[in-house]
């Protein structure tokens, strides 16, 4: 994610950058035969509510029905997973929305609505541990849009053109599609979805042929690499596309109306996932492409395959986005705690883009900007920040951190810790914890002060740890 114009804070001269009611059923709690109630959130402290306990999700098959006329989305999702214990009751994520049927494995299961977004199901025989199960949701209603302090209106949200788009972070998916809604639950994901005639529909990964009947037009994207539920999204809209390729697999641009200005700048884009691909390691998509919408939202999104991009987007931030096909996209976060391991990373990919094609000194601008920082800048934690301050300093100060960090080990093992770091957990999840001990195994010696005065810590780090080799002039 990059932030409305905070994206490029290193590149300035003087820092270093860029609901409705849900529908109640009879109390279901108890179990038609002996088995574990799967918990009611994944356990991560900042969100305790967001996905659930018990299984395993392998594959969304998520099926919608969308009138913009109207608003109103019909939905039939099918959730594929691994129980991962037996399972008399479970959980998924539904924001609003009136749920009508649910199934699994094809005999109908109970139900009730608790909390904000919980969809408890009660299967007519208990799961057992280690089995894969189906669950099927059939569900209707008019999908809501979120409000975050920080980053203004996620989720599902009306497009002036008067169609929709959905992007948010940390949690968006539950909105139109039952979910376990957690980025440490990554799982294949396929899109069919109807809209009337002359309408279409951009989402993630590669496209089917579409299909019309009786005034309505299907379409069907699958992304077959696995996806963190928060990266997936649907575009519906009046959109102009260009088709491509980018060494050998689809790339895919959607320009919503009155965003066709944004053309010029996404032509540059296999310059920039070449340039990528020479810091990181190989693309890890099997998709590629761009969302371009004509909304001044408070910021752009990594959506996987197909990043979602608002009105004021830049090159940096398609820079941005697209790093984001490598930190926190293909690696995912286990805890939101841990989020600079996606937004320092994405940041400090716009600073290498600087360096290496605006001939920017970035050594020059890093001491600028530790010389005019105050102590509100440096008074903000880059790891485990609490919950609400995900996306503040990892954008500036992440920068920061991680150009001292290259200067701490030399270009050379900065670019080998990087490489590592995506092919060691490539389509999985890591945390903070796992980089560190990578950081320390790469320099060759433990770098642990250096770690904590930078990223655990909420002050100015010591001369020693901010003008780290060359940097002392």
Request: glycine share 8%; net charge negative; with cysteine.
């Amino acid at each position: 994610m990059s932030r409305a114009r905070l994206v490029c804070v290193l590149l300035t001269a003087t820092a270093l950058a860029a609901c409705t009611t849900p529908t109640r059923q009879p109390d279901t709690s108890s179990s038609p035969t002996p088995g574990t109630r799967g918990a009611a959130g994944v356990g991560d402290p900042y969100y305790p509510d967001d996905g659930n306990g018990g299984y395993d999700v392998t594959g969304y098959d998520v099926a919608i029905k969308y009138d913009p006329a109207t608003q109103r989305l019909d939905g039939d999702t099918t959730v594929t997973a691994t129980a991962a214990e037996a399972l008399s009751q479970f959980n998924l994520d539904l924001t609003g929305m009136d749920v009508s049927s649910v199934e699994v494995d094809g005999t109908p299961a109970k139900f009730a609505r608790t909390g904000a977004h919980e969809l408890v199901i009660t299967p007519a025989a208990t799961i057992t541990h280690g089995g894969t199960f189906r669950t099927r949701v059939t569900y209707a209603g008019t999908p809501q849009s979120t409000k975050d302090p920080v980053l203004g209106v996620n989720g599902w949200q009306k497009a002036t053109s008067g169609g929709a788009y959905v992007a948010g972070e940390p949690h968006s998916a539950s909105d139109w599609f039952p979910v376990n809604d957690h980025p440490s639950d990554k799982a294949t994901f396929r899109l069919t979805a109807a809209v009337p005639d002359g309408w279409s529909v951009i989402s993630n990964g590669r496209e089917e042929p579409p299909h019309s009947e009786a005034g309505w037009t299907t379409f069907t994207w699958v992304e077959s690499t696995r996806i963190a539920p928060y990266l997936t999204t649907v575009g519906i809209d009046h959109w102009t596309f260009e088709r491509s390729t980018y060494n050998g697999i689809p790339l895919v641009s959607a320009y919503a109306p009155g965003a066709e200005d944004k053309k010029t700048i996404e032509a540059r884009l296999p310059e920039v996932l070449d340039f990528l691909s020479a810091e990181f390691g190989p693309y890890p998509q099997d998709a590629a492409g761009g969302i371009f919408i004509n909304e001044d939202i408070g910021f752009s999104l990594e959506t996987q395959t197909r990043p979602i991009y608002a009105k004021w987007t830049t090159l940096d931030v398609i820079v941005h986005e697209q790093a984001h096909q490598w930190f926190g996209d293909t690696v995912s976060l286990n805890r939101w705690s841990d989020v600079c391991l996606n937004e320092c990373f994405a940041s400090y990919a716009e600073v290498l883009w600087a360096e290496a094609k605006n001939h920017t000194n970035i050594d020059d601008v890093y001491r600028k900007a530790v010389t005019k920082a105050d102590d509100k800048f440096w008074n903000r934690k880059l790891v485990d920040m609490g919950p609400g301050n995900e996306f503040t300093a990892v954008y500036d100060k992440g920068q920061l951190a991680l150009h001292a960090l290259r200067h701490e080990l030399g270009d050379d093992k900065f670019h080998t810790l990087l490489t590592t770091w995506i092919a060691t957990h490539h389509d999985t999840t890591a945390t903070w914890s796992d980089f560190e001990t990578l950081v320390n195994t790469t320099a060759g010696h433990p770098i642990t002060p250096f770690l904590n005065a930078w990223f655990h810590q909420a002050s100015k780090p010591a001369d020693q740890f901010l003008y780290p080799g060359t940097l002392h002039k």
